[in-house]
Structures are given as structure tokens and as C-alpha cells.
């Protein structure tokens, strides 16, 4: 069975991983909470200890600078010494919300989840502990999750920053 590794930088990427796993969407595999672009794994990281036959890792691009681009160089190239094959990098257009939004559909997430309180913290904390993706998300509709990436190309080629096309994945890389 192929070892694989998921990367996130946090709680809400964590629940709805599981989520696909769970309903058989993605293989299985384990999840490591961590920001690639804002921080660079030390040598010492547990993310770093075990060999992985692939690693799938989940961005957000809402603050792609220069220097968050170069760390996420770093850390692709830390990455590949525990990976068997290419690090597939699944870009959210801006950040998992707007992925969501993306995908269902809509404009307001409160709204269509029918919160009782609609501010950004009100969404963040409903999609990090209480939201039921069963009723919202089946295998068609997540074949549009990831799915943008032309921002974050155009972003790396203004920034004089290479990755091959192939390290650059889409849900369809993702999707079993």
C-alpha cells in the first residue's frame, strides 16, 4: 500500500482531508499541519523522519511573496528526500474558503451553510470544527478543487522561480 503524506497549514485543511479520506474521495494517508510558504522545515522536523511513496502538499496563495515563494523552494527541496516520487502541489486559489466557495458554488459560505453568525471567524470556526461536508461535496464536485493554478504559475514566473509543470498538481492528481 503507497505511504502518503499530506500537507496543510491548518485545522480547516485537516478536517475536510479527513473527510475525503473517510468517504474514499483520496487514498489514505497522514497529515502534517504546516505552513510551506510562511516557514521552512528544519532538518530535525517529524514531518522529515519517515519515507513517503508521495506527498500531496495544499497551499494557499494569498500571500505569495517573493520570500514566501523561496521558502516554499526550501522546503519542496527538504521534501523530496523522504518522497519516492514528485511532490504534488495543490494550490488554492486564495485560501481553502475561497476554494470552497469555488466548488459549491456560492458567494457566501455563512449563508449557504446557514450560519446563525456570518463574520470570517464565524465561517473559519464552522469549517474547522462543526461542518458536515456529506451533503455538499461528492466526487464530481470536488474534481474542481485545486483547480486554478494559473495565478500561482504566473506568480513564480514573475518572482524568476522554477518548478516543473509537474510538481504543480490538480485535483485530479488528488482524486483516487
Known sequence: MNKLLYIAEGE??????RFLIDKN???PGK????NLLQDVLKDTSSILTNKVDKIFCILDM???????????????SKL???SKSKICLLIQNKNFEDELRYILQCSDLGKYFGLKYNTVSDVKRFLADK???????SAEILKGYCNRSQNFQQELLS??????????GTSLDFVK
Not at 480547516?12 to 482531508?17: A, M
Not at 497529515?31 to 504546516?34: I, L
Request: hydrophobic share 45%.
Open 12 to 17: 480547516i485543511e485537516k478536517r475536510f482531508i
Open 25 to 27: 474521495f483520496i487514498r
Open 31 to 34: 497529515f502534517a499541519k504546516f
Open 62 to 76: 494569498d500571500i505569495a511573496t517573493k520570500d514566501f515563494l523561496n521558502n516554499l523552494v526550501k522546503n519542496i
Open 80 to 82: 523530496k528526500t523522504i
Open 131 to 137: 461542518v458536515n461536508y456529506d451533503k455538499h461535496i
Open 159 to 168: 518572482n524568476n522561480i522554477k518548478l516543473t509543470k509537474s510538481e504543480i
